[in-house]
């Protein structure tokens, strides 16, 4: 069982950057795959950002060049780096944990074992 908590959100301007933060426990974290996806509302979940075990990352392109996922072994946790935040950037994002190894596409949410709790963020013009 894996146990992931997400930092706080918050709300802020266009143009801003903000960092997201997901702690894991109950499971070694080097050997989880992590990822990120948000859902705004009335719209489906999609997926943000994926980190590997071995540190290769894949982001969606919406967030390309804005977002970068990182990850601390020595911390368990995974890190999203939100810069240049838009409003349609607003939603609520959830961090993800993979264990084994991915059987489709990393942006799938159906590869994904466990979720946090979510975290809203909000980004006003």
């Known amino acids: 069982q894996v146990q992931l908590v997400e930092s706080e959100g918050g709300a802020v301007q266009a143009g801003d950057s903000l960092r997201l933060s997901c702690a894991a426990s109950g499971h070694t974290f080097r050997t989880i795959a992590m990822g990120w996806f948000r859902q705004a509302p009335g719209k489906e979940r999609e997926f943000v950002a994926a980190?590997?075990?071995?540190?290769?990352?894949y982001s969606a392109d919406p967030v390309k060049g804005r977002f970068t996922i990182t990850r601390d072994n020595a911390k368990n946790t995974a890190y999203l780096q939100m810069n240049s935040l838009k409003p349609e950037d607003t939603a609520v994002y959830y961090c993800?944990?993979?264990?084994?190894?991915?059987?489709?596409?990393?942006?799938?949410?159906?590869?994904?074992?466990?979720w946090g709790q979510g975290t809203q963020v909000t980004v006003s013009s």
């Open positions: 993800a944990a993979k264990l084994g190894i991915f059987r489709g596409p990393m942006s799938t949410s159906s590869e994904y074992d466990y």
């Open positions: 980190i590997t075990i071995s540190g290769y990352t």
